[in-house]
C-alpha cells in the first residue's frame, strides 16, 4: 500500500521537480535530448528571459484580473442562488434547480460555439475583459456546491431572524454568509485555480497581445524551429505562486469545507 503511495507521489512531483529544474538550466541544455535532472550550472536567466519580454508583466495583470473578478462574481452570486435554492420556498424551485444541473452533463465544447458567436458576432466584445469575465459570473457547479453547503445549515436561525423583521438579504448578510465561510473558501479556490489556468477562452476572444492572459502568453516562448524551455518554465513557476499563496492562506476553511461537503453533503 505504501509502495503506491509512494509512487503516486513521485508520479504528482515529478512534473513540478523538472519545471522548477528546467527554469534556473541555460537554454542550450534545456533544449538538450539528454537533460541533467540537476543543474550543474543554475541560473536566473530564464526568469530575466521570462520577465524581459515586453508584455509578461501585462499577461500576469490580465490573469489576476480575470481570475480575481470571475472568483469574486462566483462567490457573490454562487453564494445568494446557493440559499435561494437550499432555503426560500418559491414555485418551479427544484424544477429550475433540476434543469441547471441538467446543463453540467453537456461538454464544455457543446456550448462553447454558441457562447463564442453571442459574445464576438452578436455582443462585440472581442478583445476586452467583458469578454474574457462575464460569461463566467457564476458557475452552475459553484451554484450547485453552495446550494449543497448551505442544506447543512441549520434553518431555526433562519426562522428567528424573519420572526425579528430581518429582511432577506439581511438573512443572507448576517447569518448566511458568516456561516457558510468554508462553502465559500472551496469555491474561491476552485474558481481562482480553474480561471487562472484557463487557456482556451482568452486563447479563442483576444487577438492581442496585450490582452493575453499568461497562460495564452506562455506559448509565444514557442517559435517555429525551437521552444525556449527555460523562460516558458520560468513562466510557469511564477504563474504557480498566486494558486500556492491563495491555497495556504484560505487552507483552514478549504479542509473544513471539504470535510463537512464529504460528511453532510
Same mark, same amino acid.
Given at each position: 500500500?505504501?509502495?503506491?503511495?509512494?509512487?503516486?507521489?513521485?508520479?504528482?512531483?515529478?512534473?513540478?521537480?523538472?519545471?522548477?529544474?528546467?527554469?534556473?538550466?541555460?537554454?542550450?541544455?534545456?533544449?538538450?535530448?539528454?537533460?541533467?535532472?540537476?543543474?550543474?550550472?543554475?541560473?536566473?536567466?530564464?526568469?530575466? *528571459? @521570462?520577465? %524581459?519580454?515586453?508584455?509578461?508583466?501585462?499577461? !500576469? +495583470?490580465?490573469?489576476?484580473?480575470?481570475?480575481?473578478? =470571475? $472568483? #469574486?462574481?462566483?462567490?457573490?452570486?454562487?453564494?445568494?442562488?446557493?440559499?435561494?435554492?437550499?432555503?426560500? *420556498? @418559491?414555485? %418551479?424551485?427544484?424544477?429550475?434547480?433540476?434543469? !441547471? +444541473?441538467?446543463?453540467?452533463?453537456?461538454?464544455?465544447? =457543446? $456550448? #462553447?460555439?454558441?457562447?463564442?458567436?453571442?459574445?464576438?458576432?452578436?455582443?462585440?466584445?472581442?478583445?476586452?475583459?467583458?469578454?474574457?469575465?462575464?460569461?463566467?459570473?457564476?458557475?452552475?457547479?459553484?451554484?450547485?456546491?453552495?446550494?449543497?453547503?448551505?442544506?447543512?445549515?441549520?434553518?431555526?436561525?433562519?426562522?428567528?431572524?424573519?420572526?425579528?423583521?430581518?429582511?432577506?438579504?439581511?438573512?443572507?448578510?448576517?447569518?448566511?454568509?458568516?456561516?457558510?465561510?468554508?462553502?465559500?473558501?472551496?469555491?474561491?479556490?476552485?474558481?481562482?485555480?480553474?480561471?487562472?489556468?484557463?487557456?482556451?477562452?482568452?486563447?479563442?476572444?483576444?487577438?492581442?497581445?496585450?490582452?493575453?492572459?499568461?497562460?495564452?502568453?506562455?506559448?509565444?516562448?514557442?517559435?517555429?524551429?525551437?521552444?525556449?524551455?527555460?523562460?516558458?518554465?520560468?513562466?510557469?513557476?511564477?504563474?504557480?505562486?498566486?494558486?500556492?499563496?491563495?491555497?495556504?492562506?484560505?487552507?483552514?476553511?478549504?479542509?473544513?469545507?471539504?470535510?463537512?461537503?464529504?460528511?453532510?453533503?
Amino acid at each position: 500500500m505504501y509502495s503506491v503511495l509512494i509512487l503516486w507521489v513521485a508520479f504528482t512531483i515529478i512534473p513540478l521537480y523538472w519545471m522548477l529544474v528546467t527554469s534556473v538550466t541555460n537554454a542550450q541544455d534545456s533544449a538538450s535530448m539528454n537533460p541533467s535532472w540537476i543543474p550543474l550550472k543554475p541560473s536566473l536567466a530564464p526568469y530575466a *528571459r @521570462f520577465l %524581459g519580454k515586453s508584455q509578461a508583466p501585462r499577461w !500576469l +495583470l490580465n490573469s489576476a484580473i480575470v481570475a480575481g473578478l =470571475v $472568483t #469574486l462574481a462566483n462567490v457573490v452570486f454562487s453564494s445568494m442562488a446557493g440559499y435561494a435554492f437550499a432555503k426560500l *420556498r @418559491f414555485p %418551479g424551485r427544484d424544477t429550475i434547480f433540476w434543469m !441547471l +444541473l441538467s446543463t453540467m452533463m453537456l461538454p464544455y465544447h =457543446v $456550448t #462553447l460555439i454558441p457562447t463564442y458567436i453571442l459574445v464576438i458576432n452578436k455582443l462585440g466584445m472581442g478583445n476586452t475583459y467583458t469578454a474574457l469575465v462575464v460569461p463566467f459570473f457564476c458557475t452552475v457547479s459553484n451554484t450547485f456546491l453552495m446550494k449543497q453547503y448551505m442544506s447543512t445549515l441549520p434553518s431555526t436561525l433562519i426562522e428567528a431572524a424573519r420572526i425579528d423583521a430581518c429582511s432577506e438579504f439581511g438573512i443572507y448578510r448576517k447569518i448566511i454568509l458568516p456561516m457558510a465561510k468554508p462553502g465559500l473558501a472551496v469555491v474561491a479556490i476552485f474558481t481562482f485555480v480553474a480561471f487562472w489556468n484557463q487557456f482556451f477562452w482568452p486563447f479563442l476572444v483576444t487577438t492581442s497581445e496585450s490582452m493575453r492572459t499568461v497562460q495564452v502568453g506562455l506559448a509565444s516562448f514557442r517559435f517555429a524551429e525551437s521552444t525556449d524551455f527555460g523562460a516558458m518554465m520560468a513562466g510557469a513557476v511564477i504563474a504557480s505562486l498566486p494558486v500556492v499563496v491563495l491555497f495556504f492562506a484560505l487552507q483552514k476553511y478549504f479542509l473544513q469545507g471539504i470535510t463537512v461537503g464529504a460528511l453532510k453533503g
